[in-house]
């Protein structure tokens, strides 16, 4: 669906080796001690990396669990393009810095968009309206920029309104912020991408917004 394609494109450890298991004598004091590979000196502790525990989801019934499992998986298929897109907006911007003249700066923001939409335009073609939806969601966790306002700002108010008008044919709101605090929904997408991230099965990249995600699962759960 090219409505899709016309969001998208506006838009830019410390690990032991082994371990001496012989005891060294230190103040006459036996010890274990360590060598961490890449440090020529023992070590009487390991420096380990955080644990970060969430907690377990309760939910009302098996309907709702449904719900959440069909929206983790489209939340993992669109996140990557969310992701993406706030990597090319921070290099667009940053180019555009360089190009002193307006004309230069719309035909080489054109040229970009060009590219991205022969680059996606096949994916993006598949996402059903609900993915769409997430992935506007998404663009704003990442970018902390509506997808109407970054329309309005690379491109002109008009283009903005008449993207926005085309996408309320699918039931989709180019205005629509993510919103964790209030809107459950969100919640739930917010704690997909942190187990998504603790599993590996997501790449992290920190969001724009102002709210913590363990502020959140204890407000939530209180609900």
Same mark, same amino acid.
């Given at each position: 669906? !090219?409505? &899709?394609? #016309?969001?998208?494109?506006?838009?830019?450890? /410390?690990?032991?080796?082994?371990? %001496?298991?012989?005891? @060294? *004598?230190?103040?006459?004091?036996?010890?274990?001690?360590?060598?961490?590979?890449?440090?020529?000196?023992?070590?009487?502790?390991?420096?380990?990396?955080?644990?970060?525990?969430?907690?377990?989801?309760?939910?009302?019934?098996?309907?709702?669990?449904?719900?959440?499992?069909?929206?983790?998986?489209?939340?993992? !298929?669109? &996140?990557? #393009?969310?992701?993406?897109?706030?990597?090319? /907006?921070?290099?667009?911007?940053? %180019?555009?810095?360089? @190009? *002193?003249?307006?004309?230069?700066?719309?035909?080489?923001?054109?040229?970009?968009?060009?590219?991205?939409?022969?680059?996606?335009?096949?994916?993006?073609?598949?996402?059903?309206?609900?993915?769409?939806?997430?992935?506007?969601?998404?663009?704003?966790?990442?970018?902390?920029?509506?997808?109407?306002?970054?329309? !309005?700002?690379?491109?002109?108010?008009?283009?903005?309104?008449?993207?926005?008008?085309?996408?309320?044919?699918?039931?989709?709101?180019? *205005?629509?912020?993510?919103?964790?605090?209030?809107?459950?929904?969100?919640?739930?997408?917010?704690?997909?991408?942190?187990?998504?991230?603790?599993?590996?099965?997501?790449?992290?990249?920190?969001?724009?917004?102002?709210?913590?995600?363990?502020?959140?699962?204890?407000?939530?759960?209180?609900?």
């Amino acid at each position: 669906m !090219k409505l &899709y394609i #016309y969001i998208y494109s506006l838009l830019f450890s /410390l690990f032991v080796s082994g371990q %001496n298991d012989s005891l @060294i *004598k230190y103040d006459s004091v036996p010890k274990d001690y360590f060598i961490v590979k890449g440090d020529s000196l023992y070590n009487d502790a390991i420096n380990l990396d955080d644990v970060v525990m969430l907690k377990r989801l309760r939910f009302v019934d098996n309907k709702e669990r449904i719900k959440y499992l069909i929206l983790r998986r489209k939340t993992r !298929k669109v &996140y990557p #393009y969310a992701k993406l897109a706030a990597e090319r /907006l921070i290099t667009l911007k940053d %180019n555009l810095t360089h @190009i *002193k003249s307006k004309r230069k700066q719309k035909k080489y923001t054109k040229r970009i968009q060009k590219y991205i939409e022969e680059e996606f335009s096949a994916e993006l073609k598949k996402l059903t309206r609900t993915e769409g939806q997430i992935l506007v969601k998404l663009i704003h966790r990442q970018t902390g920029i509506t997808a109407f306002d970054l329309v !309005k700002e690379l491109r002109s108010g008009w283009r903005a309104f008449w993207y926005n008008s085309t996408a309320s044919f699918f039931n989709i709101s180019l *205005k629509q912020e993510f919103d964790p605090v209030n809107i459950q929904e969100d919640y739930y997408i917010e704690d997909i991408l942190m187990r998504s991230f603790l599993d590996q099965v997501l790449e992290r990249q920190e969001h724009k917004l102002e709210f913590d995600y363990f502020e959140l699962s204890d407000k939530w759960s209180l609900k």
